[in-house]
């Protein structure tokens, strides 16, 4: 069927819409700082994981990111090639698999790097391997998704890595952002050079991480290429990554909901939708951070709901803390008026849960001639085939 993509008119339960226009706007602008910046930028299914779209992806991208079994088996089964995996830790169950999955395998430790590599490597004899290393300074505000806090679980620092590194060892991986700019970057890489660049003669390739929002409005891209070439400048024998996952999936659709009931109590008025933030959003609760709604605006949590048109949204499940607002609307809302939360198809779909056995939304694609093509339907057995 042929959608409208400013009402969604005809969408009427709850559906998570990707749009192909938006989708195609970021692979290109990811592909041509790829090319400028001769660099090598890959998808990290942390954020985004529709394998549906991958026929897309594979038109401007030819790697992805993967952290686990799982997502290394959809780099290789579902994208067509072999994953740049690393994890915190493997497991002696999974490892052999991840080995095969794997055209790069990041270490966490010393201690699973020197447990595991020969076993790595003696199942498959290809795979490149590398270390994490932590610079031990980031810029991430909120100490949930800083990986370079005090005490974090992730990486080596500089004072623990031999002079001479162990002669399989071809890569450096750094994690130290998260939906950053240029700047950030530019200022992180003087601490990550001033640590870590007396190995880079030692390596062949190494791995900047994620969180480099390049498709956001504003970021400087070409501050990011003049970097990436400096890079290539002082060291010529590296091969540099990045592995975005929201770049990718920025302000590519909405999460689609309808109003069902509307509750009042010490004059706060809750508008219930069938979508729950717990369940289908839940970085809301966990950064947190208040969504962008279509045709609303974002109020202080003090605000009055005397006026009529303000109200806070509450999901649909059972957890009390399941509630954001508040907003205030263009009208006054009533049972069946869509809600329309922007932005919401990176670090949602893959972090959604079935808490409550809430009907979990559907997941669509909104292509560019304006036909929506219905890429999962979600019902019962799903809930059921997780505890069977």
Request: glycine share 6%; with cysteine.
């Amino acid at each position: 069927m042929k959608i409208d993509l400013n009402t969604f008119e005809s969408v009427s339960t709850p559906t998570y819409i990707i749009e192909e226009k938006r989708l195609r706007r970021n692979l290109e602008l990811i592909r041509r700082v790829s090319d400028e910046a001769d660099i090598d930028i890959i998808l990290a299914f942390k954020a985004f994981a529709l394998w549906k779209t991958f026929p897309l992806f594979r038109e401007y991208i030819s790697a992805t990111t993967a952290s686990s079994l799982y997502e290394a088996r959809l780099a290789r089964d579902e994208f067509g090639s072999l994953a740049h995996t690393y994890s915190p830790a493997y497991t002696d169950y999974e490892i052999d698999d991840i080995a095969r999955c794997s055209s790069h395998l990041t270490f966490n430790s010393p201690s699973q790097y020197s447990r595991l590599h020969a076993r790595v490597k003696a199942v498959n004899p290809a795979v490149s391997i590398g270390l994490r290393v932590n610079p031990e300074y980031s810029e991430v505000g909120t100490d949930l998704y800083n990986p370079c806090a005090p005490g974090t679980r992730f990486g080596i620092v500089a004072d623990k890595l031999p002079d001479v590194l162990p002669e399989d060892v071809e890569g450096f991986h750094c994690h130290c952002h998260c939906e950053s700019g240029a700047d950030v970057f530019q200022r992180t890489l003087e601490h990550i050079t001033g640590k870590f660049s007396k190995w880079f003669g030692q390596l062949k390739w190494i791995n900047f991480g994620g969180g480099h929002l390049m498709t956001r409005e504003g970021y400087d891209t070409g501050l990011l290429v003049s970097m990436m070439r400096d890079i290539h400048r002082r060291y010529p024998h590296l091969r540099i990554i990045l592995e975005p996952g929201s770049a990718f999936g920025w302000q590519t659709g909405a999460l689609v909901s309808q109003v069902v009931d509307i509750v009042e109590d010490h004059g706060i008025k809750t508008a219930i939708l069938n979508v729950s933030f717990t369940c289908h959003m839940p970085d809301c609760l966990e950064m947190p951070y208040m969504p962008a709604v279509r045709g609303a605006e974002v109020l202080d949590d003090c605000a009055s709901s005397s006026d009529d048109n303000v109200y806070r949204l509450g999901g649909n499940s059972c957890l009390s803390g399941d509630f954001m607002g508040m907003w205030r609307f263009e009208k006054p809302l009533v049972v069946g008026d869509k809600v329309i939360f922007e932005d919401m198809l990176h670090y949602t779909t893959v972090k959604t849960n079935m808490f409550n056995g809430i009907t979990h939304p559907s997941i669509a694609m909104a292509h560019s001639d304006g036909t929506l093509e219905m890429l999962r339907i979600y019902g019962y057995e799903d809930y059921r085939s997780r505890m069977d």
